[in-house]
Nanobody, 121 residues
Framework: QVQLVESGGGLVQAGGSLRLSCAAS????????MAWFRQAPGKEREFVAA???????DYADSVKGRFTISRDNAKNMAYLQMNSLKPEDTAAYYC???????????????WGQGTQVTVSS
């Protein structure tokens, strides 16, 4: 079982930056695909970014050029650097992990509890 704990959310003005962190338990972290999803009130959860075990990355079109996903396997950590934030980025952000070897994975097996990001205009 893998536990994921997000941190780093908060309130920021439009144009500002935040860095989200995801701490993962487990000895096989380096083999997982890690991802970030978000869910705004009244909307469905949506994909934000993913990073494979080989450090291949993918981004939603809405965040390309503004967000950067990374991982530190030695620390069992994944990160989401968010720059040039917009009010429409306001959402609860969730870290997720997939045990599947294929990329992109067909499913994510483990989820964190989420961290709130609020961007004021």
């Amino acid at each position: 079982q893998v536990q994921l704990v997000e941190s780093g959310g908060g309130l920021v003005q439009a144009g500002g930056s935040l860095r989200l962190s995801c701490a993962a338990s487990g000895r096989t972290f380096s083999s997982y695909t890690m991802a970030w999803f978000r869910q705004a009130p009244g909307k469905e959860r949506e994909f934000v970014a993913a990073i494979s075990w080989s450090h291949r990355t993918d981004y939603a079109d809405s965040v390309k050029g503004r967000f950067t996903i990374s991982r530190d396997n030695a620390k069992n950590m994944a990160y989401l650097q968010m720059n040039s934030l917009k009010p429409e980025d306001t959402a609860a952000y969730y870290c997720a992990a997939s045990r599947l070897r294929g990329y992109p994975p067909l499913r994510y097996d483990f989820w964190g509890q989420g961290t709130q990001v609020t961007v004021s205009s």
